[in-house]
């Protein structure tokens, strides 16, 4: 019995953690929302609070983590 509720806490850790997709969502000047996924925050600022200003230019009024 402990080894069966082991193994299902197990799978239950495993699924939780691999569906779990962050988004980083910047909320415009334009009113408009625009999401960013984790590989693009990376590869653009490293934190999606960088998001905020892009190319020197403060493009979006707040960023955070959804």
Not at 22 to 46: A, I, M, P, W
């Amino acid at each position: 019995m402990k080894k069966i509720f082991l193994t299902l806490s197990l799978i239950v850790l495993v699924t939780i953690l691999a569906g779990c997709q962050r988004t980083c969502v910047c909320y415009g000047y334009d009113e408009l929302e625009h999401r960013f996924s984790e590989e693009q925050v990376k590869n653009e600022g490293g934190s999606c609070q960088n998001m905020i200003i892009r190319a020197n230019t403060r493009f979006y009024s707040v960023c955070n983590w959804e």
